[in-house]
């Protein structure tokens, strides 16, 4: 135990009692069997980095563990066959769906989800003869279902790490390359026209290779929260709603920031086009303008066919006709 | 759109994202894209576990913390990859609740549904196209009625602009004694008559008609009733003295050819309206009056020569055809009507523009009672002249 933990025995022991009155169904844990696993996640995530953390601090760190759920995986973790039971009744959907929309077929989500449940029961024993199990990670901060999915896109990620041949490239490939390579082979080809007169060709590819450039440096200059809601709106594709949701803000705020870190983005850009590649002001308002036509139109047909495919799969299903 | 949204930058960094994501993809249904840069970001070398990523996603780290991991996500491709996965189904299972899917599925499926797409849904698809069927049948009676009704009052309004004007035998052999062509062969004897006194009927104020030039009043005796007289001075109200003396060079052209016509407006007349002619007749003339007929004394239109022929016989000539060609006949609150292919016709209406009334609409609860009782004593569709404005009630 920690020395900051050791000094607010009090506060922690009190805490914790409220988690156990407060969980609807304690499983007939008491204080002391959750005891541990508090107490190893506030040295996670409060008294670890801060000596100095005030009772305060606990108590509301404490306060905010969600009760049920920790209450149901200790006692699973204790060996307790009905939190089995109830564990797998309650979220063995709960991973399946998530596995089903992580996988690419129904096969490897299966495998997936079996994986998950054996992960999480413990195939293998610590020193002290006990199962080492997934659940022990599990800390009640957030929800077990959360969690779950968390642990099924972890595994997920790894398993395919593992299996991907694309885990041995090197890792300092240059950004840019990665973009000129792409425009050849994804379907995005028509964003980036192609020429058959090579000296049309080198330049096209000198262009996007300073844009290339231009783009990540303008990314990496970027703060930390911007950069993420950056990669998590354009990279992963995630609504500005969800964004905010997780960063704490409204959506509103989080449309309003990603504004400002497309601006920021503008200036670098242009700025580095300018200053390290000689770019005029003429040239970058073309390139990009070009850019967003050629792409703009191609969004536009998407769009086109995925309502149009959206329409016929709707009147095949309801038998309109 | 968002406000300030820079569509370019946009479209850039979504080249680049696609580009980034593009080799990653082995298995295309997979969510697994990750760049094949920066799978592993040097400088992360601790990554978070499960439950940092998920309380992460849900922001239930303490404050503190988060900046920390914020920086860890802004770098590590594959941390921020499993945090997006968490977060997407984290997003997705508030929508759908895995647990309802088995529990209450068909609640779930409806929930999962989005709003446009239940429009098109059954039954909403089926309702709304029955209505858009209903409405769009009505739509077309209601045009074909409208365009029943177009071509019939422009019958009307071709015969009077086109009969004056023409002459000839096809004039003569096929005389219409329709109201409106009696109107218009009226106009045309009255041109015939005003010929006579052309050189003052610019000066000539045709609004009162105790004023109106003898040669007019003659003209008016043709009418059938005082109404007659009024509608057909408003008629050659709107005539030009420029238009007066183009008409008179046609009627000069066509009278070697067109006797009939004539014949046919003054033998119409002479039965009927003998006592009206007189009546206008007999008026107080005034100096107007008096000058006009200095200036170009005017022949009785019984002595005007048409074509040889004199006035009366053409009335009386008139007056068989309109005998053996008028319909059925009603007199109503005072007006005489006539039945023409089904519709009734004042004999005041001489071929001016009508409004269509319907009967029962809200235009037809604001005319005038008057005009309503006329309407409702006559079946079908009428054409009444009502305060020097012509109706047409269906």
Redesign the interface.
């Known amino acids: 135990m920690s020395s900051a933990a050791e000094k607010h025995q009090n506060t922690i022991d009190e805490a914790i009692a409220r988690v156990v009155s407060r969980a609807e169904n304690s499983r007939g844990l008491k204080a002391a069997d959750l005891r541990g696993r508090v107490v190893k996640s506030l040295e996670k995530y409060v008294t670890g980095d801060d000596k100095n953390v005030s009772g305060a601090e606990i108590k509301a760190f404490i306060d905010e563990l969600r009760a049920d759920d920790l209450c149901l995986i200790v006692a699973c973790e204790n060996g307790d066959e009905k939190a089995w039971d109830d564990l797998v009744r309650n979220f063995d959907a709960t991973v399946k769906s998530a596995a089903r929309k992580i996988s690419g077929n129904n096969e490897d989500a299966e495998d997936l989800a079996s994986s998950i449940w054996a992960e999480l029961y413990g195939l293998k024993h610590d020193k002290d003869g006990k199962l080492r199990t997934k659940l022990s990670y599990y800390s009640g901060r957030g929800s077990l279902g959360g969690w779950l999915r968390a642990v099924v896109s972890q595994l997920a990620i790894d398993e395919f790490r593992k299996q991907s041949k694309f885990v041995q490239i090197e890792e300092n490939r240059e950004f840019e390359n990665l973009a000129n390579e792409s425009s050849e082979k994804s379907e995005n080809n028509s964003v980036v026209s192609h020429s058959d007169n090579p000296e049309q060709l080198f330049s096209e590819k000198q262009t996007q290779k300073d844009v290339g450039e231009a783009l990540k440096k303008a990314i990496d200059e970027l703060e930390s929260e911007d950069k993420l809601i950056l990669k998590l709106y354009y990279f992963d594709d995630l609504k500005l709603k969800d964004i905010g949701a997780v960063l704490g803000f409204h959506e509103a705020t989080a449309s309003r920031k990603l504004v400002r870190v497309q601006t920021e983005i503008r200036k670098s850009v242009e700025k580095i086009l300018k200053n390290q590649h000689g770019w005029n002001e003429p040239e970058i308002k073309r390139y990009l303008s070009e850019t967003a036509e050629k792409l703009g139109i191609n969004l536009e047909k998407m769009f086109a066919l995925l309502l149009f495919a959206a329409l016929v799969q709707e009147i095949f299903k309801t038998g309109v006709l | 759109m ?23 993809e ?7 894209k ?7 970001n ?1 400088k992360s070398k601790i990554h978070p ?14 404050e ?4 920390k991991y ?2 860890h ?3 590590c ?2 941390c ?14 508030e929508t759908v609740p ?2 309802s ?2 529990a209450t599925p068909k609640i779930a499926v409806i929930k999962s549904i989005p709003w446009y ?1 239940r429009l ?3 039954p909403n ?2 309702y709304a196209m029955g209505a858009l069927v209903v409405l769009f049948g009505g739509f077309l009676a209601f045009t074909l009625l409208q365009n029943v009704n177009n071509s019939q009052s422009s019958e009307v309004s071709v015969i009077s602009e086109s009969q004056p004007r023409q002459g000839g035998p096809s004039a003569e052999s096929e005389p219409d004694f329709s109201p409106n062509t009696m109107s218009n062969m009226s106009v045309t004897s009255t041109d015939s008559v005003s010929n006579s006194a052309m050189s003052n009927s610019g000066s000539v104020n045709m609004s009162n008609s105790s004023t109106m030039p003898s040669v007019v009043s003659n003209a008016a005796a043709q009418r059938t009733n005082a109404n007659l007289s009024m509608a057909n001075t408003n008629l050659l109200k709107k005539e030009s003295p420029l238009n007066e003396v183009e008409r008179e060079k046609d009627l000069t052209q066509t009278k070697p050819s067109a006797p009939t016509a004539a014949d046919s407006a003054a033998g119409s007349v002479a039965e009927n309206q003998s006592v009206s002619s007189k009546q206008i007749n007999e008026l107080p003339r005034n100096d107007d009056k008096a000058k006009i007929a200095q200036a170009a004394p005017s022949p009785s239109v019984e002595t005007l020569p048409l074509n040889g022929r004199n006035m009366s016989e053409l009335k009386s000539a008139r007056a068989k055809k309109s005998d053996s060609n008028a319909g059925e006949s009603r007199s109503v609150s005072g007006r005489n009507f006539t039945r023409k292919d089904g519709v009734w016709y004042d004999s005041a209406y001489n071929g001016q523009s009508t409004t269509n009334i319907s009967r029962g609409s809200n235009e037809y609860q604001k005319l005038d009672s008057g005009l309503r009782s006329i309407a409702e004593n006559l079946s079908g569709t009428i054409v009444v002249v009502w305060k020097s404005k012509a109706y047409r009630i269906q």
Not at chain 2, 34 to 40: A, C, E, L, N, R
Not at chain 2, 49 to 62: K, R, T, V, Y
Not at chain 2, 64 to 67: A, C, G, N
């Open positions: 968002i406000e300030g949204f820079d569509k370019e930058i946009d479209a850039l960094l979504r080249q680049t994202a696609k580009g980034e994501t593009a080799f990653a082995t298995n295309p249904d997979s969510r697994f990750i760049p094949k840069s920066k799978i592993q040097p576990d499960a439950d940092e990523i998920s309380a992460f996603a849900e922001n239930a780290l303490p503190k913390l988060k900046p914020t920086a996500f802004a770098e491709d594959r921020r990859k499993i945090l997006s996965n968490t977060i997407t189904l984290n997003s997705e299972a895995a647990f899917v088995a797409r098109f849904a059954f698809a089926a």
